[in-house]
Each structure stands twice: as C-alpha cells, then as structure tokens.
C-alpha cells in the first residue's frame, strides 16, 4: 500500500509538471549550462576518419538491481541467470568493462518488510563472480543501491558486506571511484557515482540518494581528472531526479556523454525504457532490472559518438550501429557529430553466442548489401554520406548466426541538426523532476486540504441539510454540513487541527533506523549518530497519513456530530454503519503500525506519535463525537428542524433547510 500511494502521488506530480513545462518545444531540444548557454565539452581532431579499422572504438555492458534473495527467490533464478550471463554473453560479447549499478542483492525479509543484510546472499554474488571467472575477462565495475546499504551503519561497519564480497568492495572502492580504460592510445574514463544513504537507514525510509558537499567535491575532483579522457561515462544507481542536491549533481556530471543508472525499474511495468537529455545536453539512461526483466545494455563509443541499446537476456544477435548513430541519442556539445559527415564506412558491432554468418545493411529504400568483417563484432559497409546531408534517414540491419538465429535492427538518422526527440514524454519528466520536492509540494497541497476547510467552516454559518438527492453536488453539501458541525466545536477542531499540523514539524516516531543506533524520524529528515539525513519519501507518508486516517477520521466524527447534533437515537442498524468504515480507517492504521514495528522496532509503538499515539487519538475523538450534548454545538447559529420533511416537501425542494 505505501509503495503503490508512492507511486501514485509520484505519477499525479510528474503530470503535473507535464502540463507545467513540456508544451514549449524549446524545452525538448534547447541544450545548455544553467545560463542557458551551449557549452562544447570535446575537441574535434579533423585528421581523425570514421572508416573501417577497429581504431578509437570500446564496447561495454551495464546491469542493474539484481535482488539477490534468500527469501523471493528460492530457486535461485537470479543468480542461476547471472551465471549464465557471466559465462555465455561475457564469452560472446567480450566487453573490455562491465557496469553493475547496485542493489546486488535484495536485503528483505521473508515478509517484504524488513530489511536487513543477509550474508547468504553476498556469498551467492561473489560465488557467481568467483565460479566464473568473469573477474578474469572483464573489468567488473560495481555499486552500492539502496538496498545494499540497508541496515549498514558505516562503510567500515562488519555489516557492510559489499567490501567483502563484492569486486570493487575487495579493491577498497567502497563508495565513489574513477577508474580510466585504456585502448591503444585512448582513455576512457568511468566515474561510478555512490549516493547512497551514510547511515543506511533500514527500509522503507530507504528510496532516495543523498550526496554530501564532500561527496560532490569527490565527484568534481573525478569529472576534473577525466577531462583529458576520449569519452566519459558516468554510472550509479539512482537517477539524477531521485537524488537530494541532484541539480549540483547534474552540474558536475554535465561533461560526460551519459550517466547511466538503475533504481525504478520498469515503475511498475509502466516505462520499459526511460531515457532523457539534461539541459546541459548530455543523456540520462535508466536501465530496467535483472530481478525480473532480465535486460541489460551494450554501449559504445566509437570515434567519440556514443550509442546503446538494451537487450533482455537470451536474445541474439545483438546488433549495435555506432556510425551513423541514432538520431534520437545525438549530443552536439558532447560528440563530433561532424564526423559522420567525413566517415567512409558504415559501422556495425554485432554479438552472438554462434558464430555472425552475415550482416546486411540498407540505408532508406536502398538496396540491401553485405557489410564486411572488420575485426571482432566490428562490421563495417562503405557509404557516402554526402548524399545523405539534409533530412531524416532510416538504416536497416539485417545479422544472422550460425544457430539460424535473425536479429533486426532499425533506427533513423540525420546528418544535420538536432537530436530527435522521440523519448517518452512520462519517462522525461520523470528523470528529470526533483522528486523530492515534487513530493514536498503535494504533501504542502493534501495539508492546505486538510486544514483550510477546517478553518474556513469555523468562521463560517451554513443551513442545516437533513434531506438531501441522490446528486453529487446535494451529497457534498451534505458532508460539508457536517464538517462545518466538527469546526463548531471545540473539543473536537482543536485536536484535529493541531494533529494535522504537527505532521510537518513533530517526530513520527522514534525507532531503531541503522543497527540498533536509535533514530528520530520526522517528515523533514531522520535525526541519528549526530547525523541528519533529508527527508523523502517521509512526505509520501505524510500523505498517507493525511488521506487515508486523518481525513476520514474526521468525516466519521463529522457523521457522528451530525446524529448528535439531531439527537437521534442509535438503533442496531445504525450503530453498523457507523462501525465498519471507522473500523476499516482504523485496521489500516493498525497494520500500518505493525509494519513499522517490524520496520524499526518495538518503540515504535511505544513512542509513536505517528502509530500507537494516533489510534489512541483517533478512538479518544470518536468517542468524544459520541458523547456530544447540545451545550457543545453553542457556537452553531442554526439548530435542527423539529420535524422531519414530508415526502412531497422533500420531491418538491430537494432539501429542507430551517433557521431559527
């Protein structure tokens, strides 16, 4: 439930800021720096030729969120798949690097609950890197996720499994590293961006990043350092909008050609692939998981131009063209583009587990023609792309392996202009908001719902409604009626009112956060170790507080203070209906208490103003509702009708409204 409202308000807001900043097309393809201004981040060397030779070219994969599992995954599915990956697609593809961008394992309980580091798991990891070999045939390049920092008090802590078991943990990168790739005379630079909570809070007040000011200067010093590099690419586990100070991030990853990531997953099925440009003009690339998708990316840089494509894991041939790449992924300030325009040689990487027994290339409704072997995956078919200089073009690729297997590809290109833009707009946007602080708007907007009717219904008189249609409209009187009772009195609008703004600015609750280290959770970040940590996802919780118990709480009291109000007697049939929807406001909350008991501990109930405090609340409320006597309602100027309208009044006015 919390997770599914995370995912609705987060999609609410991402509207939102659709309908707010998306309908100008400078917006889609307008690449700057905050000025606003386009700044070039590579030289152009016009001696150097895209032609046939594997010169100047590097290839690499990426895979993401793993969830190793003890307890979701007892067949062991994942890794059984990730060693097959290690084995087969590793020996087909021989990539030189390999980018794991976090959640290695899963860290959840048997419950989906609560979370912890689970030995077993980092064992299966380092057992599927270790039995393979694959340490032995690539650069394995891996990073903490969310998920690999539950629980873990420090990066020294004995608990943070990760710099035993993993690669990277064992050569002492445990957070932030650079590592530079040398082919022949060329560097490439990989800068692996670790932003994960220090502490590491338990789940679920684990979903965001966070970066320090040191850790952003750590970053600066690395994008420094790579500038003398052929080609940058940045990696880590959260996207750039999931990140707290994500703009500062985005500054200083702006001269690298793609900062690729992992974390949302698919969202729920919704997005299969969520890409998108930052201002500055270089992309973002979320990589849909390994846990149940089994996708992972092939990149390249060839000649300075980059370009990708995400496979799922089984499917051959893979075919990757690097030249002429796809229009939609062209960065003019951070690839010689002009290079296309001077290249003899279409170029084409092509993998698979049998032997590639041709490759066959179109270009527009041309004909198809055999491109020839160059030297590993490279393909290569001469062109001339003079002839191609203006508008939109369509290459098509045909390959075909020695086991009858056929991979296609088809993709346009251009050898003017900017990039298209064919992302998804929903994904875009979703990259690119500051989530955080789209969750802080919306839990400001669900409060100002909250206490603003409150408070304008205090100062106001409104008419009695007894009777009222069938009609939406006749309904909300009615329940504004009965809101407008509550406000009335005292003893029920001050606890209501000052309970919803205590939401925004007192604890939630205390509990045990990081391995027993007892933590103080408020909307607006966690307080432990001397350490405050920026509030998140809290908000989402804030809101579900605010819309799921706050809310109907009171409107159960408001029909309470309306039979009240009426004197009327509470008959069997009466006293149900009362009953089950208070009931249901309060079993959600129950359950919600005991997910934070398993979450965080047992004082979480005990100081719980958040949990056990607010049931305590509730019930105090609604059994003060129930008590009202007609000395409470003083400040209500409009009493009720004495009778009860007649059918015909009732058929001929909709409703009967009485004043003393």
Same mark, same amino acid.
């Given at each position: 439930?919390?997770?599914?409202?995370?995912?609705?308000?987060?999609?609410?807001?991402?509207?939102?800021? =659709?309908?707010?900043?998306?309908?100008?097309?400078?917006?889609?393809? /307008?690449?700057?720096?905050?000025?606003?201004?386009?700044?070039?981040?590579?030289?152009?060397?016009?001696?150097?030729?895209?032609?046939?030779?594997?010169?100047?070219?590097?290839?690499?994969?990426?895979?993401?969120?793993? !969830?190793?599992?003890?307890?979701?995954?007892?067949?062991?599915?994942?890794?059984?798949?990730?060693?097959?990956?290690?084995?087969?697609?590793?020996?087909?593809? &021989?990539?030189?690097?390999?980018?794991?961008?976090?959640?290695?394992?899963?860290?959840?309980?048997?419950?989906?609950?609560?979370?912890?580091?689970?030995?077993?798991?980092?064992?299966?990891?380092? /057992?599927?890197? /270790?039995?393979?070999?694959?340490?032995?045939?690539?650069?394995?390049?891996?990073?903490?996720?969310? *998920?690999?920092?539950?629980?873990?008090?420090?990066?020294?802590?004995?608990?943070?499994?990760?710099?035993?078991?993993?690669?990277?943990?064992?050569?002492?990168?445990?957070?932030?590293? *650079?590592?530079?790739?040398?082919?022949?005379?060329?560097?490439?630079?990989?800068?692996?961006?670790?932003?994960?909570?220090? +502490?590491?809070?338990?789940?679920? $007040?684990?979903?965001?990043?966070?970066?320090?000011?040191?850790? #952003?200067?750590?970053?600066?010093?690395?994008?420094?350092?790579?500038?003398?590099?052929?080609?940058?690419?940045?990696?880590?586990?959260? +996207?750039?909008?999931?990140?707290?100070?994500?703009?500062?991030?985005?500054? #200083?990853?702006?001269?690298?050609?793609?900062?690729?990531?992992? *974390?949302?997953?698919?969202?729920?099925?919704?997005?299969?692939?969520?890409?998108?440009?930052?201002?500055?003009?270089?992309?973002?690339?979320?990589?849909?998981?390994?846990?149940?998708?089994?996708?992972?990316?092939?990149?390249?840089?060839?000649?300075?131009?980059?370009?990708?494509?995400?496979?799922?894991?089984?499917?051959?041939?893979?075919?990757?063209?690097?030249?002429? &790449?796809?229009?939609?992924?062209?960065?003019?300030?951070?690839? +010689? =583009?002009?290079?296309?325009?001077?290249?003899?040689?279409?170029?084409?990487?092509?993998?698979?587990?049998?032997?590639?027994?041709?490759? &066959?290339?179109?270009?527009?409704?041309?004909? @198809?023609?055999?491109?020839? !072997?160059?030297?590993?995956?490279?393909?290569?078919?001469?062109?001339?792309?003079?002839? %191609?200089?203006?508008?939109?073009?369509?290459?098509?690729?045909?390959?075909?392996?020695?086991?009858?297997? =056929?991979?296609?590809?088809?993709?346009?290109?251009?050898?003017?202009?900017?990039?298209?833009?064919?992302?998804?707009?929903?994904?875009?946007?979703?990259?690119?908001? /500051?989530?955080?602080?789209?969750?802080?708007?919306?839990?400001?907007?669900?409060?100002?719902?909250?206490? %603003?009717?409150? %408070?304008?219904?205090?100062?106001?008189?409104?008419?009695?409604?007894?009777?009222?249609?069938?009609?939406?409209?006749?309904?909300?009187?009615?329940?504004?009626?009965?809101? *407008?009772?509550?406000?009335?009195?005292?003893?029920?609008?001050?606890?209501?009112?000052?309970?919803?703004?205590?939401?925004?600015?007192?604890?939630?609750?205390?509990?045990?956060? #990081?391995?027993?280290?007892?933590?103080?959770?408020?909307? @607006?970040?966690?307080? %432990?170790?001397?350490?405050?940590?920026?509030?998140?996802?809290?908000?989402?919780?804030?809101?579900?507080?605010?819309?799921?118990?706050?809310?109907?709480?009171?409107?159960?009291?408001?029909?309470?203070?309306?039979?009240?109000?009426?004197?009327?007697? =509470?008959?069997?049939?009466?006293?149900?209906?009362?009953?089950?929807?208070?009931?249901?406001?309060?079993?959600?909350?129950?359950?919600?208490?005991?997910?934070?008991?398993?979450?965080?501990?047992?004082?979480?109930?005990?100081?719980?103003?958040?949990?056990?405090?607010?049931?305590? $609340?509730?019930?105090?409320?609604? @059994?003060?509702?129930?008590?009202?006597?007609?000395?409470?309602?003083?400040?209500?100027?409009?009493?009720?009708?004495?009778?009860?309208?007649?059918?015909?009044?009732?058929?001929?006015?909709?409703?009967?409204?009485?004043?003393?």
């Amino acid at each position: 439930m919390p997770k599914l409202l995370s995912l609705l308000l987060i999609v609410v807001g991402v509207v939102i800021a =659709l309908v707010a900043t998306t309908f100008s097309s400078r917006f889609l393809v /307008n690449f700057g720096d905050e000025t606003g201004l386009p700044t070039v981040h590579f030289v152009f060397d016009p001696n150097v030729i895209v032609g046939a030779s594997n010169k100047h070219l590097i290839w690499f994969l990426q895979v993401s969120d793993l !969830h190793f599992s003890i307890y979701h995954d007892k067949a062991g599915l994942r890794p059984f798949d990730l060693t097959r990956f290690c084995e087969e697609n590793i020996n087909a593809i &021989k990539p030189p690097v390999v980018l794991v961008t976090g959640d290695l394992v899963d860290a959840k309980d048997s419950l989906n609950v609560g979370s912890d580091q689970y030995l077993d798991e980092w064992k299966t990891y380092w /057992n599927v890197l /270790n039995s393979t070999g694959v340490l032995g045939k690539t650069r394995w390049l891996d990073i903490r996720g969310n *998920h690999d920092a539950f629980n873990v008090d420090s990066l020294s802590a004995s608990g943070n499994y990760f710099g035993q078991y993993s690669a990277q943990g064992r050569e002492g990168n445990m957070h932030s590293y *650079h590592y530079v790739h040398r082919v022949d005379e060329d560097r490439f630079s990989f800068i692996a961006a670790d932003t994960t909570l220090v +502490p590491g809070l338990r789940r679920p $007040f684990n979903f965001f990043g966070y970066v320090t000011e040191d850790g #952003v200067e750590t970053l600066k010093t690395f994008a420094d350092e790579s500038k003398s590099s052929n080609g940058t690419v940045w990696f880590g586990h959260y +996207p750039t909008s999931i990140i707290v100070s994500s703009p500062g991030i985005r500054s #200083v990853m702006s001269s690298g050609l793609a900062y690729m990531c992992g *974390h949302l997953h698919t969202l729920g099925g919704m997005l299969d692939r969520m890409y998108t440009f930052h201002k500055s003009g270089n992309l973002e690339l979320e990589l849909a998981d390994w846990k149940d998708n089994r996708r992972y990316r092939v990149a390249a840089v060839d000649h300075g131009l980059f370009s990708f494509t995400d496979v799922e894991f089984g499917q051959w041939p893979i075919i990757l063209v690097t030249n002429p &790449k796809d229009a939609r992924y062209k960065m003019p300030y951070h690839e +010689p =583009l002009a290079r296309m325009n001077s290249s003899t040689h279409i170029r084409i990487l092509s993998f698979s587990a049998a032997k590639i027994l041709s490759v &066959k290339v179109q270009v527009d409704d041309g004909q @198809w023609s055999e491109a020839v !072997h160059s030297s590993g995956p490279l393909y290569v078919l001469e062109w001339q792309p003079e002839k %191609l200089v203006t508008g939109v073009h369509t290459i098509n690729v045909n390959a075909e392996d020695a086991d009858g297997r =056929l991979g296609s590809v088809s993709q346009k290109f251009s050898l003017d202009g900017l990039p298209l833009q064919e992302f998804s707009l929903f994904g875009r946007m979703l990259l690119m908001t /500051n989530i955080c602080l789209l969750l802080q708007s919306v839990f400001g907007t669900v409060l100002a719902l909250t206490v %603003l009717p409150l %408070l304008l219904l205090r100062w106001c008189s409104l008419q009695p409604r007894h009777r009222c249609s069938w009609s939406p409209f006749s309904m909300l009187k009615r329940i504004v009626w009965k809101v *407008h009772l509550v406000a009335k009195v005292d003893s029920l609008f001050y606890p209501l009112l000052i309970s919803a703004l205590y939401v925004p600015v007192g604890p939630f609750f205390v509990g045990d956060g #990081v391995a027993g280290n007892i933590t103080v959770f408020f909307i @607006w970040g966690m307080f %432990l170790k001397g350490t405050l940590l920026p509030g998140d996802v809290t908000y989402t919780y804030g809101c579900g507080h605010l819309l799921l118990f706050h809310i109907p709480l009171t409107l159960c009291i408001a029909h309470m203070a309306e039979l009240r109000y009426r004197s009327e007697a =509470l008959t069997l049939g009466r006293t149900i209906c009362l009953l089950i929807p208070v009931s249901i406001v309060f079993l959600w909350k129950v359950w919600w208490c005991v997910t934070f008991y398993i979450a965080y501990g047992y004082l979480t109930l005990l100081i719980g103003p958040f949990t056990t405090w607010s049931l305590v $609340f509730g019930a105090a409320l609604w @059994w003060r509702s129930s008590q009202l006597t007609p000395s409470d309602f003083y400040r209500v100027q409009y009493v009720a009708v004495s009778r009860v309208p007649t059918e015909e009044e009732f058929a001929a006015n909709g409703d009967i409204t009485t004043k003393l």
